[in-house]
């Protein structure tokens, strides 16, 4: 029954590639997950918690507990918009910027690494695939 989840499997293999990532990048002062939210964090171009959220595939509160955490590292600063109290806007402090900057090495030799035994093509047909749900 199993293998013929593709739900069941898809989460194994999707947990599996994480756990890749974050062996990986043990070193680096970030792990995978922070990595990839400070990543999305440097690149907003809407850089609001709740575009943030959507962007990410979490819901807020989720992604508030997290933002917590980095912004007690002093990693990130979040703040309040004036013109609306229910809005919050998150940015990397420059120590951010930094931690992110030097784990970015760790980050691309994984990608290195995985694209010896994963094809580009294979990884761009699950995204696509995966998508259509």
């Known amino acids: 029954v199993r ?14 590639l994480s756990q890749y ?8 002062g970030l792990s995978f997950a922070q990595f990839g939210l400070m990543a999305e964090i440097a690149s ?3 850089d609001t918690v709740g575009a943030l959220a959507e962007r990410m595939g979490l819901d807020q ?3 508030s507990r997290t933002l917590r955490t980095l912004e007690g590292e002093g990693l990130v600063e979040i703040a309040t918009v004036e013109s609306d109290q229910r809005k ?4 990397l402090t420059e120590t951010g910027a930094r931690r992110l900057e030097a784990s970015l ?15 580009t093509d294979l990884v761009q047909r699950l995204a696509l695939e995966a998508q259509r749900l």
């Open 44 to 46: 907003a171009a809407d």
């Open 88 to 91: 919050r806007m998150v940015w």
């Open 3 to 16: 293998a013929a989840a593709p739900g069941w499997n898809a989460r194994l293999r999707a947990r599996g």
């Open 61 to 63: 509160s989720t992604l």
């Open 21 to 28: 990532f974050e062996h990986s990048m043990a070193g680096a």
């Open 105 to 119: 090495v760790s980050w691309q030799q994984a990608h290195a690494e995985l694209a010896k035994v994963l094809s």
